[in-house]
C-alpha cells in the first residue's frame, strides 16, 4: 500500500528565513509525485509534478526535488504569501493519488 | 482556458437527506476524481471516472456514488446523510493519464464544495 508522510506537521517562519518541507513516501512503483499548496477554504493549487529521483523543478522561490524515498520542498527567503499548507502525494501504477496530511506553514513578516 | 468549476460551493443539509454535487472538468480533459477532506483525515480519495466508466473507487460505503457524463462533467450524490459527512468535497481533472505521457498525470483541482450536515 503507497503511503506518504510530510514533516513537520508546522513550520513558522520568519520572513526570509529559508527552510525545507519533507515528504517520504512508500510505493511500489513511483509513477509521479505531486506537490500542491493549499489557502483555507480552497482547492489545493497544483506547483509541481516529480516523475524521477534526481529531478528538480523550480517555481519563483520554490524548489522541488526527488530521491529514491523522498522529496524535498526548498522555500528561499519566503514571504508571509507563501504562508499556506503544503501537500504532497504520489501515485504507483494505476493506483489514485494518495497524499499525505501535509505542512502547514506559517511566515511572519 | 477556464479552471475546474464546482457547485455549489456550499451547502447545509440535515441528517437523512440527500445531496449532488457538479463538477464541471477543464475543458479537454477526460479523467475527473473526487476527494474528500477533513481536519483529521486529510485528502481522501472517493473514485476516478474517465469516459463515463468509473476506473477506481476509494474505501468509502455505498452511500457514496458517481457519474461521468458524455461530456466529461461530473456529479457525486451522497445518499443518507450523517454528520461525519460534513467535508470539503474536491473534484479534480486530468487529462488522461492512462495515454502512456507523463504529462497527463497532473490533477488540477476545483475551489471544493463545503457540505455541512446538521
Known amino acids: 500500500e503507497d503511503q506518504v508522510t510530510q514533516s513537520p506537521e508546522a513550520l513558522r517562519l520568519q520572513e526570509g528565513e529559508s527552510s525545507s518541507l519533507n515528504c517520504s513516501y512508500t510505493?511500489?512503483?513511483?509513477?509521479?509525485l505531486f506537490w500542491y499548496r493549499q489557502d483555507p477554504g480552497k482547492g489545493p493549487e497544483f506547483l509541481f509534478t516529480?516523475?524521477?529521483a534526481g529531478e528538480e523543478k523550480e517555481k519563483e522561490r520554490l524548489k522541488a526535488t526527488l530521491t529514491k524515498k523522498e522529496s524535498f520542498l526548498h522555500i528561499t527567503a519566503p514571504k508571509p504569501e507563501d504562508s499556506a499548507t503544503y501537500l504532497c502525494?504520489?501515485?504507483?501504477?494505476?493506483?489514485?493519488?494518495?497524499f499525505g496530511k501535509g505542512t502547514r506553514l506559517s511566515v511572519i513578516a | 482556458k477556464a479552471g475546474v468549476t464546482q457547485t455549489p460551493r456550499y451547502l447545509i443539509k440535515t441528517r437523512g437527506q440527500q445531496v449532488t454535487l457538479s463538477c464541471s472538468p477543464i475543458?479537454?480533459?477526460?479523467?475527473v476524481s473526487w476527494y474528500q477532506q477533513t481536519p483529521g483525515q486529510g485528502l481522501q480519495f472517493l473514485f476516478e471516472?474517465?469516459?463515463?466508466?468509473?476506473?477506481n473507487k476509494g474505501n468509502f460505503p455505498g452511500r457514496f456514488s458517481g457519474r461521468q457524463f458524455s461530456n466529461s462533467r461530473s456529479e457525486m450524490n451522497v445518499s443518507t446523510l450523517e454528520l461525519g459527512d460534513s467535508a470539503l468535497y474536491l473534484c479534480?481533472?486530468?487529462?488522461?493519464?492512462?495515454?502512456?505521457?507523463?504529462?497527463?498525470?497532473?490533477?488540477?483541482f476545483g475551489p471544493g464544495t463545503r457540505l455541512t450536515v446538521l
Open positions: 479534480a481533472s486530468s487529462p488522461d493519464w492512462t495515454s502512456g505521457r507523463a504529462i497527463t498525470d497532473t490533477q488540477y
Open positions: 471516472y474517465f469516459s463515463e466508466t468509473q476506473r
Open positions: 475543458s479537454g480533459h477526460r479523467s
Open positions: 516529480l516523475y524521477s
Open positions: 510505493v511500489s512503483g513511483l509513477r509521479g
Open positions: 502525494a504520489v501515485r504507483s501504477g494505476n493506483t489514485p493519488l494518495v
